[in-house]
Each structure stands twice: as C-alpha cells, then as structure tokens.
C-alpha cells in the first residue's frame, strides 16, 4: 500500500520561508515523478511543481524563481523549498504519485501566509 506522509507546513508571515517535504512509502519511488498540488480555500486543487525520476523539475508559473523542488531518492523523499512566501500562497499543500494508471496523495500540510 502507498502512503505519502508531508510534513513542513506552518504559519509564517510574507517574505519568509519554509520547506516542505514528503516521505513516501509502498512504491518504487525512485523510478517515479513526484508533485507538489496546493489547494486554497474555495478554489481547486492546483499544480505546484513536479521533478521527473530524473530529477527534472517543473513550476507552474506562479511559483517559478520561488519555488524549488529537490528529491532523494536513497530516503523516498521529496521536497519543496518555498521563498518569497505571500499571502496568496496560503493553501493546503499536496504530494502526489503516479504510478501506472493510480494517482497517490498525501494527506496534505497546511501552510498559511500572514500579511
């Protein structure tokens, strides 16, 4: 069974930094791309980055020059430094794993932005 836990999340105020991260279980990551989504109150659920098993990363455009995405695969982990936080960023923060045709989440860690 596939469990993807984060961790990382917080209250911080605009400017500052924080750097999820995400340990996955019951699955080959090394062999597998591994995201980050974010959801925000009242809105959908959204892309934040991706990193390929190769360790080719993906931003959307929002967070590109703020966002850093990293993996180690020796410790079936991901992780996401964010800089330049801002209240817009406020949102519950996903991991995410596709492995075949079945896409695998974690339970989310929240991180709020103050003003």
């Known amino acids: 069974q596939v469990h993807l836990v984060e961790s990382g999340g917080g209250l911080v105020q605009a400017g500052e930094s924080l750097t999820l991260s995400c340990v996955a279980s019951?699955?080959?990551?090394?062999?597998?791309?591994a995201g980050w989504y974010r959801q925000a109150p009242g809105k959908q659920r959204e892309l934040v980055a991706t990193?390929?098993?190769?360790?080719?990363?993906t931003y959307a455009d929002p967070m590109k020059g703020r966002f850093t995405i990293s993996r180690d695969n020796a410790k079936s982990t991901v992780h996401l430094q964010m800089n330049s936080l801002k209240p817009d960023d406020t949102a519950i923060y996903y991991c995410?794993?596709?492995?075949?045709?079945?896409?695998?989440w974690g339970q989310g860690t929240q991180v709020t932005v103050s003003s």
């Open positions: 995410h794993m596709k492995r075949a045709f079945a896409n695998y």
């Open positions: 019951g699955i080959t990551f090394s062999t597998n791309t």
């Open positions: 990193i390929t098993s190769a360790g080719s990363a």
